[in-house]
């Protein structure tokens, strides 16, 4: 789970879901700043990050003294697997576009810039790099098709295991 958190929000995110997962109650973004030792704004910041994945939650409560709002902000432990669950469901349709249009176009590749370019645009091109009209050369995209596939297949074994101890866990 945190790994995923890693790849989607970068470490130091991640970090701070970690934090909150180990202290198991509410805190506030005051409290979170003072044990980390981090500014508060920095820390709203990653917190409304995680919020935005459905990572986290806060409730909102008026603080009697100063009238301000005060927000404590709780990992969503119930809601995280299926949230990360989601994630890789959208990861994975990624990925299946992506080897659908690797596996149905024939791509060429400037040897300059190794950019490329799909055989229609190759061909209105007459072959040649649009950037420095360099002789564009045929691009084989077996390779890349094959990393997609593992990577499809990986993302669907993590899935149906998750889903499986989900259920288990119901």
């Not at 981090?38 to 919020?51: D, G, P, S, W």
């Not at 409560?61 to 949230?83: A, H, L, P």
Request: with cysteine; proline share 2%.
């Amino acid at each position: 789970m945190l790994n995923l958190a890693k790849d989607l929000l970068g470490e130091d995110i991640s970090d701070l879901l970690q934090f909150l997962l180990s202290k198991k109650v509410e805190m506030t973004d005051d409290e979170i700043a003072n044990e980390l030792g981090i500014k508060v704004n920095e820390i709203r910041k990653k917190l409304y990050l995680l919020a935005d994945q459905g990572l986290v939650s806060y409730r909102r409560s008026r603080d009697k003294d100063t009238g301000w709002y005060v927000y404590y902000w709780k990992v969503n432990v119930d809601q995280i697997n299926e949230v990360l669950i989601n994630r890789k469901r959208e990861i994975l349709g990624k990925l299946k576009s992506r080897l659908e249009y690797e596996s149905n176009n024939e791509f060429y590749i400037c040897p300059e810039d190794k950019s490329k370019y799909p055989f229609e645009e190759a061909f209105e091109n007459e072959f040649k790099c649009p950037k420095c009209g360099s002789q564009l050369t045929y691009y084989d995209s077996l390779k890349v098709r094959k990393i997609l596939e593992e990577k499809i297949n990986q993302l669907e074994s993590e899935i149906e295991e998750e889903t499986k101890r989900g259920a288990k866990s119901s």
